[in-house]
């Protein structure tokens, strides 16, 4: 598929699946990995197109030691956009202890907290998250 089939599928999807309309606002999860970038860049070049609002967060896990240069590299694509961003972060090692859960789930149960927070602070109708083949 070519970057232009991607682009006319991915508004195809928000019009007709999701019912994305004209003036809605959507958050973008950035994870600042390849897929979260890429959904980035399609959602802003669609967004003229669609009447879009976009506005980008990140949630830092506090997983590794970079982590913190992640949150800036996505801040970062977000301003490159002109986009609002919002950061925020959470000890999901802590969190997972406390609940008896594993990092994945620990860490998913902390960003979407996050990014609903974020979206309803934003009065965002709609929260997208990219996911490639791989995810499970």
């Known amino acids: 598929m070519t970057p232009l089939e991607l682009r006319a599928r991915v508004g195809i999807f928000l019009r007709t699946v999701a019912g994305v ?33 976009l506005r980008a967060a990140h949630f830092d896990h506090q997983l590794r030691a970079g982590s913190a240069a992640d949150s800036r590299f996505a801040a970062e694509l977000a301003a490159a956009r002109s986009l609002p961003f919002s950061a925020g972060s959470g000890d999901v090692a802590g969190h997972a202890r406390l609940h008896h859960l594993s990092l994945e789930a620990a ?28 995810d499970q």
């Open 21 to 53: 309309r004209a003036g809605d606002r959507l958050l973008v999860a950035l994870s600042g990995g390849l897929d979260s970038a890429v959904l980035l860049d399609l959602l802003a070049g669609l967004r003229r197109e669609l009447g879009l609002d």
């Open 107 to 134: 860490a998913r149960q902390l960003r979407y907290a996050f990014l609903d927070e974020a979206a309803q602070a934003a009065g965002c109708q709609y929260i997208a998250l990219a996911h490639h083949a791989d």
